[in-house]
């Protein structure tokens, strides 16, 4: 029974690298209507800003506030160069060129940091907490705990605030928010910066335990996906438990389902996400009436 | 001086061509409908005074050519668009699409949003019973009122309103014209009505246009245009004639 737990508990532990991702995508699509294949690796990007202010000197939770601005920057000016011109394009030529800044960034970052792995040190110490009998790093909790602000934070900025609402009502309906005086194509902007700034949180809190290279969020964007997927893309908080959840799926199956091995275990979870969306096409907590009036 | 003056308005969706120089005008304050035919021009016109589509030729609104603006200035400018379909925010709440339009006024106007917000909710009572519904879930008609209201709220100069009695029973487009009739009144704003059905526009407006492919084909005072009967044999007499 307690190894079970340890399991589950473990499980929750990587979720959270997911859900945070996912979260970002999740943003990213509620603010401008896109899917972001490039998330992850921005998110990679802002670790290894991250990585070049410590080892330059700076605190970490230092660095990670100069990271989450610069990363804002970041996203919005990808979003103007790259995703401006296509605006309003089929969703297929989105896919496209969020396919291609995904490649193009990875390049990047491996001819400015070089392929070699980079560590950076947990900013929550290297003790254990116990967990009515199962063990627990404090990276796991503290990085669960960065992740559910960062989920509350940007919740309450779409729900209360009027540029959230602004956001929202530009990605839904862009062609009635013009008509509203709102500028669509900032608010597409700011929301590209906004999920930049929500993955930077995901690449920076999570790279002391994913260590630090350029395929560093390759398969946790596939999670994330996965993740926002089976949570319904509209849901910030359906996002981050789809993430939980698949964390939980993929150490469970690992550990306990015979014949699985290696990465044969990331199979599991998908296979969950098929069976969930054969009942409920638009995931566990998505609306199906969003379409695009 | 007029608050809105097109001159010589051209517009096309595709290489066709919509609009054929239209003239047209509304004086600060007035109500005037559009009439005629399905593609007529009736909601390119409109189209092209928010800004939605490309045009050439003049659009003067409040003594500045807006022609080629972008949709979101003219807006702010004091133009208001109740589109085609409603346009509205179906999965945010009632309450969150009025506080969108409440958000387009102008700054100085910022202070009296709840009193309007007061006054709109009397007039469409049904947007204060389901405030916290979301827009999806409303009746065609109630999409009507909130889409009119959330452009009210915006406290335009010239408010534009796109056929507001499509795929609506009689009665509701009855209580709604009135209702716009009279906020239009209160808040002395000007309003440019596109409407199909002309028997029905011409009981609220003081004046309107006619048109015929893409251009003013006939124009007078809404008493004039309900007495004559050679314009309304070409250009109306379906829509005036229908029970409808």
Excluded: C
């Amino acid at each position: 029974m307690t190894e079970l737990w340890q399991q589950v508990l473990s499980g929750l532990g990587t979720g959270f690298i997911y859900a945070s991702l996912a979260l970002a995508i999740s943003v990213v699509y509620q603010g401008t209507g896109v899917f972001n294949f490039a998330q992850g690796v921005m998110a990679t990007i802002s670790a290894y800003l991250a990585w070049t202010l410590v080892t330059h000197g700076f605190p970490f939770w230092g660095a990670l506030a100069v990271v989450l601005v610069a990363s804002f920057v970041l996203g919005a000016a990808t979003e103007r160069v790259f995703i401006r011109p296509v605006e309003g394009a089929s969703p297929l030529v989105l896919i496209t060129v969020t396919a291609g800044l995904l490649v193009g960034f990875q390049a990047l970052v491996a001819i400015i940091w070089s392929e070699d792995p980079q560590r950076l040190e947990s900013p929550f110490g290297d003790g254990r907490v116990s967990v009515f009998g199962a063990v627990l790093t404090a990276q796991q909790l503290g990085s669960a705990a960065v992740v559910l602000v960062t989920l509350l934070i940007t919740g309450a900025f779409f729900r209360y605030t009027q540029l959230g609402l602004r956001m929202r009502a530009a990605a839904q309906n862009p062609a009635s928010a013009r008509l509203l005086a709102i500028d669509v194509g900032r608010m597409l902007a700011l929301g590209w910066g906004l999920a930049a700034t929500v993955g930077a949180v995901a690449g920076v809190v999570f790279a002391p335990t994913l260590g630090i290279s350029p395929g560093m969020m390759d398969s946790s964007l596939l999670l994330a996906l996965a993740a926002a997927t089976l949570g319904g893309f509209e849901s910030r908080a359906g996002a981050v438990l789809g993430g939980l959840l698949l964390g939980v799926a993929t150490n469970l199956a690992s550990r306990y389902a015979p014949g699985i091995r290696g990465d044969l275990q990331l199979v599991v979870p998908f296979a969950v996400i098929f069976v969930v969306l054969l009942v409920r096409p638009q995931g566990l907590f998505g609306r199906l009436s969003s379409v695009r009036a | 001086m007029p608050v809105l003056e097109m001159t010589g308005v051209r517009a096309s969706y595709d290489g066709v061509q919509a609009l054929h120089g239209m003239d047209l005008e509304i004086a600060e304050g007035e109500m005037v409908a559009l009439l005629g035919a399905n593609g007529a021009g009736k909601t390119t016109s409109l189209r092209a005074i928010s800004g939605t589509v490309q045009v050439t030729g003049q659009v003067r609104f409040a003594g500045q050519d807006v022609a080629g603006w972008a949709p979101h200035r003219v807006a702010r400018l004091g133009v208001g668009h109740v589109p085609e379909g409603r346009g509205t925010f179906v999965d945010l709440t009632v309450a969150e699409n009025l506080t969108l339009g409440a958000l387009a006024r102008p700054k100085a106007l910022r202070d009296r949003v709840d009193a309007d917000l007061d006054v709109v909710h009397q007039l469409f009572p049904v947007l204060r019973e389901f405030a916290a519904r979301r827009a999806g879930a409303l009746s065609g008609g109630q999409q009507q009122m909130l889409a009119i209201a959330r452009a009210m709220l915006g406290r335009p100069r010239l408010l534009l309103v796109d056929e507001p009695s499509l795929g609506l029973a009689p009665m509701v487009t009855t209580e709604i014209l009135r209702a716009l009739r009279r906020l239009q009144g209160e808040w002395e704003l000007s309003v440019l009505l596109a409407e199909q059905n002309a028997r029905r526009a011409l009981k609220v407006v003081d004046r309107a246009y006619v048109l015929e492919s893409g251009r003013v084909v006939a124009s007078g005072s809404a008493a004039q245009l309900q007495q004559d009967s050679t314009i309304q044999d070409a250009y109306l007499g379906a829509e005036i004639g229908g029970a409808a």
